[in-house]
């Protein structure tokens, strides 16, 4: 049987707005920019992995751990109120009735993921979440997409996987696991690397829904 693994932030629901604040404000109180380069190094990396770039890149004195701390407080009960992003309420819906396994591999940290679960009740819709901050890995490694595969007793090349992360869609395939990219403002330059990648890609999951319908 077919698995559906969904990634969270940017492709379930709209909070990579949040770490874009986070890493802004984070930046503005150092008087450092916000830049590409400084976005290419964190964005959809594991916390640890991405406050060791922090300290690296802009030379910081602050521990790993201080400016982990920091990244928290800014984003304080921020996945409390977080919205889901359009048409995925009713696509879980509708995969659920066509009975479809459902898992979550997120680089959320798993604090803010049950959070945002709670708060748009989601969680009932995946049988299982997989933490790539428990990991140690990062979604652009395909062991992680292997290990979610063996984690759900399914063979990766049985695995559909729906991100909006192009790095993560390489690890994925790098897996053998079919890719669906999800747009995502965030990621909006990737689009049309992503459209030539994946072997779906979509604007919002309403393009998923029959009869089109809106949620």
């Not at 990737?190 to 319908?213: H, K, N």
Request: hydrophobic share 40%; glycine share 6%; aromatic share 12%.
């Amino acid at each position: 049987m077919t698995m559906f693994f969904f990634d969270m932030d940017g492709t379930l629901i709209d909070s990579n707005r949040i770490w874009k604040d986070v890493d802004r404000e984070f930046l503005a109180r150092r008087g450092l920019p916000y830049t590409r380069a400084y976005y290419n190094g964190v964005a959809h990396t594991i916390m640890p992995k991405a406050a060791v770039f922090t300290k690296e890149f802009c030379h910081l004195s602050e521990s790993t751990d201080q400016i982990i701390a920091e990244w928290m407080e800014l984003a304080g009960q921020l996945y409390d109120r977080v919205p889901i992003k359009p048409g995925v309420r009713a696509y879980l819906r509708q995969c659920r009735a066509e009975g479809r396994r459902m898992a979550m591999v997120t680089s959320s940290v798993p604090s803010h993921c049950h959070a945002a679960l709670a708060h748009l009740e989601l969680e009932k819709y995946f049988e299982r979440i997989v933490f790539a901050h428990d990991l140690g890995l990062e979604k652009q490694d395909p062991a992680i997409w292997r290990h979610a595969a063996e984690l759900c007793a399914v063979r990766p090349e049985d695995c559909t996987v729906f991100d909006d992360s192009m790095a993560a869609c390489r690890g994925a395939r790098a897996a053998r696991m079919r890719v669906v990219g999800v747009y995502d403002g965030y990621f909006a330059a990737d689009e049309p690397e992503m459209r030539g990648f994946c072997d779906v890609y979509i604007r919002s999951f309403e393009e998923l829904l029959y009869p089109p319908q809106k949620a």
